[in-house]
């Protein structure tokens, strides 16, 4: 049981390239969660899907997209890269929606964009 | 308490020492309460958390306080060890529909033997 993992760990982008962040959980969650964690600041969630086929936009979705073919992943794009998108990013998951379940995250991606 | 600009709040206690890490949350309708504690290099792990019918629950070593009024969360460590070393953060949500996790800044606990 590896719980939440993502791929891949580290990652230097040029400004305007495009990337996928991969998030995959073998806990059977149906809800799975994007966040971003910068400096000196808490987590914000960028998207987020309460099932297979589903997702909604958090409180910084721009210059993001995400989906979810499958129940266990969940894929952050960036179309266009942005120095602005430098930062870690953490995929989690839960059972149930937040209020009932504890969300249990990964151990992030490290994104530099130059 | 929360961190302004880049800067977290720190808080530097000796080993064996009792921790008091506070939290000011920002919405008066949460009404579930969250502690995660975030090593170096790792994704935030849940410690303990709690909801609003209740003003204090205790988990092994850490208990949590919650006072409505001022919307203010603590978390207290008794015993701090060196491993308890980390950021430490509140998040507060609703417990009903889709709602989800509004994180604090984060507090920084450095733990010298």
């Known amino acids: 049981n590896a719980g939440v993992t993502q791929t891949p ?44 086929g589903t997702t909604a936009k958090g409180e910084v979705p721009d210059g993001y997209n995400v989906s979810r073919l499958k129940k266990q992943n969940f894929l952050l794009g960036l179309e266009s890269a942005a120095p602005s998108q430098t930062s870690v990013y953490f995929c989690a998951s839960s059972y149930t929606s937040t209020a009932k379940e504890t969300q249990y995250f990964g151990p992030g991606t490290r994104l530099l964009v130059l | 308490g929360e961190s302004v600009g880049l800067h977290l709040p720190t808080l530097s206690v000796q080993e064996g020492d009792n921790s008091i890490i506070n939290c000011a949350y920002s919405n008066s309708a949460s009404d579930y309460f969250i ?79």
């Open chain 2, 35 to 113: 502690w995660y504690k975030q090593e170096s290099g790792k994704g935030p792990q849940f410690i303990i958390d709690i909801r609003s019918n209740m003003d204090k629950r205790q988990g092994q070593r850490v208990t949590v306080l919650l006072n409505k009024t001022v919307k203010h969360l603590s978390l207290q460590i008794a015993a701090t060890q060196p491993g308890d070393s980390a950021v430490y953060f509140c998040a507060e949500t609703l417990r009903s529909g889709y709602s989800t996790l509004t994180f604090g800044k984060g507090t920084m606990l450095l733990v010298s033997p």
């Open chain 1, 9 to 52: 760990k580290f990652r230097v982008l040029k400004t305007g390239q495009s990337m996928t962040l991969l998030c995959a959980q073998d806990m059977n969650h149906e809800y799975m969660y994007w966040y971003r964690q910068d400096p000196g600041m808490g987590l914000r969630l960028i998207h987020y899907s309460v099932g297979e």
